[in-house]
Structures are given as structure tokens and as C-alpha cells.
């Protein structure tokens, strides 16, 4: 999933339908440039899993209220 802009958003995990409540912005390095944020959406059962999915990797560079993401701007 590359964009927050669906809709309905729902969770990133897999299997789940829950409406998302964050958004993890992550990069990875071997693939991204450093300014390049991708997007996941978790609901609040999903959202430590995947924070430690990135997180474990280096790839986890935020984790924002979806409410707040869709205010801010992205830079
Ligand atoms: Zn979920």
C-alpha cells in the first residue's frame, strides 16, 4: 500500500479489516531514498506488531495518529 488517501483506511495487517487508527512511516534504505516515507496503516491491535516488524529491521521512522497524519503534511 503506498497512500493514506483510500476512502475507508484499514489496517495494513495481514487478514485484518479493522478501520486503521496510525500510520507508520517507514524507509528502507536499501531501496528508498532517505526523504522517502512509506505508509502503513495498523488498527490499535496491530499497531505494536507492526512497529516491531519495521522497528527490528531500522526501517520504522514514525508512528502518527491517522487523524494527525491527514492534518500534517507530509514534508
Ligand atoms: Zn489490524
Redesign the pocket.
Known amino acids: 500500500m503506498d497512500s493514506v488517501a483510500a476512502e475507508k483506511p484499514m ?1 495494513s ?1 495481514k487478514g ?1 479489516r ?1 478501520d486503521a487508527e496510525w500510520v507508520l512511516a517507514w524507509n528502507n534504505p536499501k531501496v528508498h531514498t532517505p526523504e522517502r516515507r512509506k505508509t502503513w496503516l ?2 490499535e ?2 499497531r505494536e506488531h507492526l512497529s516491531k516488524f519495521l522497528g527490528v529491521r531500522g526501517f520504522l521512522k514514525d508512528v502518527v495518529p491517522l487523524a494527525e497524519w491527514h492534518s500534517d503534511s507530509p514534508a
Do not use: L, M, T, V
Open positions: 489496517c495487517a485484518c479493522a495498523a488498527c491491535e496491530h
